[in-house]
């Protein structure tokens, strides 16, 4: 399958150490610069948390929608002419959406979203354990917007092991893992065949 090696994990992740979790089993990684250990995200825990996230920015978005229905409601029992050019009022839609968005973005760049606060996980950069920051973040977010085809992303990522979206570059680490506490990981003990 595209997009895989040989190994069954997704090409451009670090591969995993040979160290298992202590808490959550799950196999541990390295940071490529820091050499730090972290455990990637369910897939499907990783799946709900940007699920959520989603909800979140919808949810906000209408509240922004039905305050913009009331101003144009108001501006039209006034007389006013801008409410009747529908046009202006769509391409408004569009720019508080993308602007939203954006915004969103950077707090999920920054100091985390609700999702990630929910999953108990944290998008991060595969080489240094960083997060996106806000520019960066911002349009992550954007990005992602692009429902139909994130959805396709979100479900492909829950069947793949939890990256963060499409991008190799980060990763959806655990908080809740064992790593993260500050356990150290011990080693996977392979199968015996009888």
């Known amino acids: 399958m595209a997009g895989f ?3 069954g994990a997704r090409s451009g992740f670090p591969p995993a150490t040979g160290l298992a ?6 196999p541990v ?6 050499g730090a250990f972290y455990v990637r995200k ?3 825990e990783h799946f709900w948390a940007r699920a959520l996230d989603a909800a979140v920015f919808v949810a906000a978005y209408g ?3 039905l305050l913009l229905a009331a101003v144009r409601s108001a501006m039209f029992s006034s007389g006013v002419q801008l409410a009747l050019n529908d046009t202006f009022f769509l391409v408004l839609h569009a720019v508080l959406w993308f602007v939203g968005l954006f915004i969103y973005g ?6 985390g979203s609700v999702g990630d606060a929910a999953g108990g996980m944290r998008s991060v950069r595969t080489k240094d354990g960083t997060t996106a920051g806000a520019w960066l973040g911002g349009w992550r977010a954007v990005c992602w917007s692009f429902f139909p085809f994130y959805v396709v992303v979100l ?3 829950a069947f793949s092991g939890g990256g963060d979206s499409w ?6 680490i655990d908080l809740r893992s064992g790593v993260a506490q500050g356990q150290q990981p011990q080693p996977t003990v392979p199968a015996t065949v009888t």
């Not at 991008?167 to 959806?172: E, G, I, L, R, T």
């Open 29 to 34: 990684r390295r940071h490529t610069a820091t």
């Open 106 to 111: 950077m707090i999920w760049g920054t100091a």
């Open 155 to 157: 479900v492909f990522s």
């Open 42 to 44: 369910a897939g499907w």
């Open 21 to 26: 979790d202590a808490l959550t089993g799950r």
């Open 5 to 7: 090696n040989g190994t």
């Open 63 to 65: 509240v922004v929608a």
């Open 167 to 172: 991008d190799p570059q980060f990763v959806a």
